[in-house]
């Protein structure tokens, strides 16, 4: 079966503009998660969606970032102004439920300079 | 909050020896993973452990879980070269899904 994609792969910005990444789940899986490994540290879990619902974004620093999965399937994470601290790798991952099987993207790496 | 956190974060071994890495997590959980990843690439599932007790293997990796200690260990045997990478515990609650990560154990085995 295909992975999980992502895409750009790579991304350099300057602070204050704005980026978004894409990410295409596993066909069939229904949740789908944005992650944010900064350097050195574990993932960060950023939002979560069930289909085309949030059901976890705590972690999300709403006054800069946005994520939508509209119908369900493909999903996109918006960074508008971005900051030098945004500098990391945004990983998509999905799964056929909540909590089983987590497939991870290869990630896009953001640098902000 | 739910912390996990793991030891050693940096780990340096020869060829041939053993090692066990441990992760510790601060509240009840029902779902513990270990994750490989190497440089600039993404997380590889290892191994889903749910249960007190439960214990996996594959190839020179074999991971446990205590419940009750709330305590996950991943054990390296004969190591090769091969095995360097960063590894990951993470652990989900049954009531939240949120997937919490330690921040790894950067495994470098020489020859």
């Known amino acids: 079966e295909a992975g999980v994609a992502q895409s750009p792969r790579y991304k350099i910005i300057e602070k204050r503009q704005s980026v978004a990444f894409w990410c295409n789940p596993i066909?069939?899986?229904?949740?789908l998660y944005w992650y944010q490994q900064i350097l050195g540290q574990g993932p960060k879990l950023l939002i979560q969606?069930?289909?085309?619902?949030?059901?976890?974004d705590s972690q999300l620093p709403k006054d800069r970032f946005s994520a939508e999965r509209l119908k369900g399937v493909d999903s996109t994470l918006k960074i508008q102004p971005a900051k030098l601290e945004d500098s990391a790798v945004y990983l998509c991952?999905?799964?056929?439920?909540?909590?089983?099987?987590?497939?991870f993207g290869s990630g896009t790496r953001l640098t902000v300079v | 909050e739910l912390k996990v956190e793991q030891n050693p974060l940096f780990l340096s071994m020869q060829e041939g020896k053993n090692y066990t890495i441990y992760c510790n997590y601060s509240?009840?959980?029902?779902?513990l993973y270990w994750y490989r990843q190497d440089p600039g690439k993404s997380l590889e599932s290892l191994f889903v452990?749910?249960?007190?007790?439960a214990v996996k293997q594959e190839g020179r990796l074999m991971a446990s879980l205590d419940t009750k200690a709330r305590l996950s260990t991943l054990h390296i045997t004969a190591a090769v070269h091969d095995l360097s990478a960063t590894y990951f515990c993470?652990?989900?609650?049954?009531?939240?899904?949120?997937?919490?990560f330690g921040a790894g154990t950067r495994l470098t085995v020489k020859p």
């Open positions: 991952a999905s799964s056929l439920r909540s909590g089983y099987g987590y497939t």
């Open positions: 066909s069939g899986h229904a949740t």
């Open positions: 969606f069930q289909n085309n619902g949030v059901v976890d």
């Open positions: 509240t009840t959980s029902d779902r």
């Open positions: 452990l749910l249960s007190n007790g």
């Open positions: 993470a652990v989900s609650q049954h009531n939240n899904n949120d997937m919490r």
